[in-house]
């Protein structure tokens, strides 16, 4: 059984792409990955400079709010020993990402992908049933966990709760194979700050929004050499993405996965 744990970053307009990533975890090591979080928040709050409540992915790359005295040279520390926990835990990434011009410019005949946000989770759970599906005796089974957007999960419950027709041929569904097998129940909420996981999968998608904004669509570096910083982070989470023919397949001729992989930004669907 496994847990994925959602979040998602660039939905306030300010960005020309959402991003949302979903850390998938084993549940035979969430307990000692929620330990050892534990333990680093308890270090992140001895190196920020003010009260902190939770990881807050803009603030730490940016320099801003408890982070604001520290120096560049710590924050990026904190951040490559982050990225780098995600493979000493072994836990797996889904990525999404949606650009709003092209969701706007080209809306989809789907009333669920006409939405930046209903799009990308649905494609991370899509990407998760694709690939857990043949792990033997329902051991690919996995809870979908948000960050609490209530009129947005609400939505999102209520469609996994009856899966649309389109996302059949996402994952090849099998004749006798029930809709979206590999999903428990219906997507669960959470209060970022009480679940770690949500902060970490935050980071995570922070980064690789910012990837796609300097590498895709023209955005100027906020600081010299941003640019190799981000992407130096990206090569350590790159290793641990699902597999590129569950994410944004080339060879498909499910129009839906063919819709997904035309969204993806070029930097994004370049990754192993």
Known sequence: MYFTYVDETGIDGKSPVLVMVGIVVDA??????????????????ATASG??????ANDLLRGNGAWNRVPASERIAVTQALCEWLGERRHKLALAAIPHAAILGTPPGTAELRDAWQAAA???????QRSHQKKPGGKGRTVLVFDDN???????VESMFAPPAWTDGYYERARK???????????????SHHVGLVQVAD?????FRRYAEV???????????????IAGYVALLEPHLLP???RWTRQSSDPCARWYTAMAPASLAALG
């Open 177 to 191: 194979q029930r809709q979206m097998d590999q999903i428990v129940d219906t997507p669960f909420a959470v209060r």
């Open 244 to 246: 590129r023919a569950s």
């Open 150 to 156: 209530q009129r947005q999960l609400a939505a999102l």
């Open 51 to 56: 009260a902190f409540r939770e990881l807050k």
């Open 122 to 128: 649905w494609h991370i759970a899509l990407q998760v």
């Open 215 to 229: 590498s895709d669509f023209d955005e100027p570096e906020r600081y010299e050499g941003e640019r190799d910083e």
């Open 28 to 45: 035979t090591r969430l307990r000692l990955t929620q330990e050892e979080f534990g333990e680093i928040a308890k270090n992140l709050t």
């Open 203 to 207: 980071l995570y998608a922070t980064i």
